[in-house]
């Protein structure tokens, strides 16, 4: 049996998958605020209580913010900061009594929609976290790129590509630079770029909802916000060729994106024909505990 733990900035939860993906037992527990041993301590503890509850040892696997850097062996690019500069994999696995395997919580988000999910049985897939913060994954053959510094999928810091003036040299992001695609793309990146021309101060969701209620100033917003991810996205096409990118996060909500993206990618996409598909999600918020899990094959026992 294989646990999966999604440690996020504000919940913590975990959950055991048997052989056919069903989970067998599941905890969900606010993650403590800012203090890394209690984080350690309520994984070890919330895993223990699951494996007591099924009567067996597990493998587990974790999706985290960010990443293990390989050349330091220390947490690195994470927002839930508290993370930053910790040996989160060796103190798991200490606290655990067991090897833990960790992966950024985008990829094991796209890892859990390639391997039975929205893009279950396609060759390539790019899963994209559209949310707080703008993240991806990248699985080929039913396995996760991990990438020589662990940061592969992570176009949130790449440039948005093709600005017009109004778009250069964009919002300052957190990570330093200017113009990010997650500085356009987040959810509060959202909801700042309407505020920006309209005045009113909206969330991605109330933007949403008021765009497909016919509010024009919201579907405006949209309209920018759907060609801004159609650049995105070409240029991911045009390096990785994906079969298909499935959209996960909170805008993966909004339904006019599988829609009006495509529409829009071709003008980007250096091909006659763009043959990849857009998605959205079919595990949602579970995808971070499925696809932690499915970092470890199936025990032998
Ligand atoms: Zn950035």
Redesign the pocket.
Known sequence: MRIGVDLGGTKIEVAALDRTGTAVARRRVLTPGRDYPATVAMIRDLVLAVEAELGRSCTVGVAMPGAISPATGLVKNANSTCLIGHRLDRDLAAALAREVRLANDADCFALSEAIDGAAAGARSVFGVILGTGVGGGIVVGGRLLAGVNAIAGEW??NPLPWPDDSERPGPL?????PG?I??FLSGPALAADHHRVTGLRQTAEVIAQAASAGDARAAASLARYADRLARGLATVINIIDPEIIVLGGGLSAIASLYRDVPALWGRYVFSDVVATRLVPPRHGDSSGVRGAAWLWPEPAA
Do not use: I, R
């Not at 992001?173 to 630079?177: E, L, S």
């Open positions: 949130g810091h992001c957190y990570c330093g630079k990010c997650e500085s």
